[in-house]
């Protein structure tokens, strides 16, 4: 089993509401991140993902937790067995002529097809059942507003 270091962001918008992410690798919803490159910080990693995968430049970020352990283990659809290291952030972008006329989507197009669609949610109305299952202890730590940075 391979161990995978990621960067991802929490991202809100001026109504709290967090940016979701429908992935096409997992085929569900989660936040903006991926895998780190050889040479690059957690940060670099973090905020090259995120512009990848939205379009979005991080101005600001602040280090949210860090989830390790059995939870973050994880089956793609091919089989593909991996541990997660997640490192996730509290990310602030501008956001400035990025929205959708519904006020909810970011207007991105995906040049690597990952973003399948982009969307801000308040907390309360994500259905953890449709997020990524390597992604759910943090929408349930969002919720109890857990704090401790290290969470297994």
């Known amino acids: 089993m391979r161990i995978i270091v990621t960067g991802g962001a929490i991202i809100r918008d001026k109504d ?10 997992y085929g569900d919803w989660g936040l ?3 895998g780190m ?4 910080t957690i940060e670099e990693t973090m905020k090259r993902e995120v512009l990848e ?16 352990g059995p939870r973050m283990q994880y089956r793609y659809p091919d089989g593909n067995e991996v541990v997660f290291v997640m490192f ?6 501008d956001l400035n002529g990025k929205i959708g006329n519904d006020g909810n989507t970011v207007k991105f197009s995906d040049p690597n097809k990952e973003s399948l669609r982009l969307e801000f949610k308040a907390l309360e109305e994500i259905d953890i059942s449709n997020i990524s299952t390597v992604q759910r202890p943090i929408f349930e730590d969002l919720l109890i507003m857990k704090k401790e940075i290290l969470r297994a």
Not at 17 to 24: A, D, G, K, T
Not at 53 to 68: F, I, P, Q, W
Request: charged residues 25%; negative net charge; proline residues 5%.
């Open 16 to 25: 709290n509401r967090i940016l979701l992410q429908m992935r096409s690798d």
């Open 32 to 34: 903006p991140g991926g």
């Open 37 to 40: 490159e050889p040479g690059e």
């Open 53 to 68: 995968e939205t379009g979005l430049e991080v101005c600001k970020n602040e280090l949210y937790g860090v989830y390790s």
């Open 88 to 93: 996730i952030f509290n990310a602030l972008v």
